[in-house]
């Protein structure tokens, strides 16, 4: 294995394609906890940053529905999280080859989402990129694996292994030395666990994003929330907002959040599960639906499928809005994201 930072640059530039635009809200502090308004919150994990904003109601009863969020996030994380040495995702992985693993229903439905993106995407999504575990790419830790690791972890690679019995509430690789990557179908299902606690706490109005995947239910001040769109060409710059009110989702991939440059080539975290290798082809896509299974783990499908399989995936789903940007500097949007994104003033 060689570090990626030997022979080549580090790429210190991360954006997310979607953020929330929030106009004036501003952070909440225990000196405000009287105040009325929208109050927001951020806290770190998932690899990334997670803000709340939620609105209507007493300060104090919002803070408190929203750590209340955050803290059923994080229970989902330490289940799903391949990077936590005591989550059920590293205790399947484990036991591979060897016996089979109990699993809560809400582990089983996600790792039914990844089985049924895997079987409609003929294979581009793989939750069981896991084996590939050569690759690093967090800040200070970069580092890819040599071709001849790369081969080896293949041959651990294929989620036809992964058999799920929801009668007994087990998952089982059936294969030793495999392993679960969940990071491209689990974030979405937990911004969901938070948005339906602060549902569950009264909170009709929120918002929750974390690394570019966002959330929103009801409105902010009585308007629509709006969500910007990164030009994945310029990430200065804004292709425009969408608005989203009572409930919507508009998820992002990309090769621009985590990743280096080696040898004149982008690295990224998005791994091919055919080569091994990071995806080429494709910069970013956004997908705007009323429906968080209808988009949950597409994007990084797409991003493996590459732009040719963009206009016919939208085609065949639609009921989402797409974006996609080629890393030739090609631009696809479908008629739904075009009518959706509204131009930003100033």
Do not use: C
């Not at 009709?204 to 966002?214: E, F, K, S």
């Amino acid at each position: 294995m060689n570090d990626a930072r030997q022979g080549g640059q580090l790429s210190r530039r991360r954006f997310a394609l979607a953020l929330p635009l929030l106009g004036a809200v501003s952070w909440a502090s225990p000196a405000l906890a009287q105040a009325k308004g929208p109050q927001r919150a951020s806290r770190n994990f998932m690899g990334t940053r997670v803000d709340i904003v939620a609105d209507g109601g007493d300060a104090r009863q919002l803070q408190a529905a929203m750590d209340l969020a955050f803290a059923e996030m994080q229970r989902l994380e330490g289940l799903l999280s391949r990077y936590q040495g005591d989550s059920v995702v590293r205790r399947i992985g484990d036991a591979s080859g060897r016996h089979a693993v109990a699993v809560s229903p809400e582990v089983m439905a996600i790792l039914r989402n990844a089985q049924a993106v895997w079987q409609g995407s003929a294979g581009a999504f793989d939750p069981t990129v896991g084996a590939l575990s050569g690759w690093h790419f967090e800040p200070g830790q970069q580092a890819m694996p040599a071709a001849a690791d790369i081969s080896a972890a293949l041959r651990h690679v294929g989620a036809r292994q992964l058999q799920l019995d929801e009668r007994a509430g087990t998952a089982y690789l059936a294969s030793p030395g495999m392993a679960l990557d969940l990071g491209g179908i689990a974030k979405l299902p937990i911004l969901a666990a938070g948005l339906r606690v602060l549902e569950r706490e009264g909170v009709a109005n929120a918002l929750i994003n974390g690394g570019g995947d966002v959330l929103a239910s009801g409105r902010l001040q009585g308007r629509p929330w709006r969500v910007g769109v990164r030009d994945p060409r310029a990430p200065e710059k804004l292709l425009g907002a969408i608005e989203v009110e009572g409930f919507g989702v508009v998820a992002s991939s990309g090769d621009y959040e985590r990743g280096f440059v080696h040898q004149g080539r982008r690295l990224h975290h998005v791994l091919d599960p055919h080569t091994g290798w990071p995806t080429q082809g494709v910069h970013g896509v956004a997908l705007l639906a009323r429906d968080v299974q209808a988009v949950n783990g597409w994007g990084t499908a797409l991003m493996v499928q590459g732009m040719a399989a963009v206009p016919a995936w939208s085609a065949r789903h639609p009921g989402v809005a797409v974006l996609a940007a080629g890393a030739d500097g090609a631009l696809w949007q479908s008629s739904g994201m075009a009518a959706a994104l509204k131009p930003v003033a100033g």
